[in-house]
C-alpha cells in the first residue's frame, strides 16, 4: 500500500527535523536532507502501520497546498510503502466457505485462495 502525507521540514543547527500535521506524534531527525527523508518514509511507514494494526482509522491526507510551513522550513510529500511493516504481522488460518463450482474454476486455474483473499481485503479495507 503506498501512502502519501504532506510533511514539513526544518532545518536546525544544521540538522534537519520532519513533522506530519496529519499525524500527530509523527516526526522524525536526520543529519541531512537524504537521510531526514529517508528516515521520514520509516517514519510514516511504522506510524501508518501502527493505526492498522491498532485498528484505528486512517485520516485522509491533506491537500499539500493547505500546508503552511513558515521561515525557512518547506514542505514536501513524503510517500512510503506499508506493506511491508504490516505484512510483519503473523498469518492467521481462517476457514472460508465457497460455491462448488467457483473452487473448481480456482482450483483449474491455479489460483492462490490465501493470496487472493490477502489483496482483496486489503482493497476493501482500502490500505492496498
Not at 536532507?33 to 529517508?38: C, L, N, S
Not at 510514516?44 to 500546508?67: C, V
Not at 513558515?70 to 504481522?89: G, H, N, R
Amino acid at each position: 500500500m503506498l501512502s502519501a502525507y504532506p510533511a514539513i521540514f526544518h532545518e536546525e543547527d544544521g540538522a534537519y527535523w520532519v513533522e506530519f500535521p496529519d499525524l500527530p506524534g509523527c516526526q522524525t531527525v536526520g543529519e541531512s536532507i537524504g537521510e531526514v527523508m529517508e528516515e521520514a518514509q520509516e517514519a510514516l511507514g511504522l506510524y501508518l502501520a501502527s493505526l492498522i494494526e491498532d485498528e484505528e482509522e486512517i485520516k485522509p491526507a491533506s491537500d499539500i497546498k493547505s500546508i503552511v510551513a513558515e521561515d525557512d522550513s518547506f514542505t514536501s510529500l513524503v510517500a512510503c510503502d506499508i506493506t511491508q511493516d504490516v505484512k510483519s504481522a503473523r498469518a492467521m488460518k481462517k476457514t472460508l466457505t465457497i460455491p462448488d463450482w467457483l473452487n473448481n474454476m480456482a482450483e483449474k486455474n491455479s489460483i492462490n485462495f490465501s493470496q487472493t483473499l490477502q489483496k482483496a481485503l486489503m482493497e476493501k479495507l482500502h490500505i492496498a
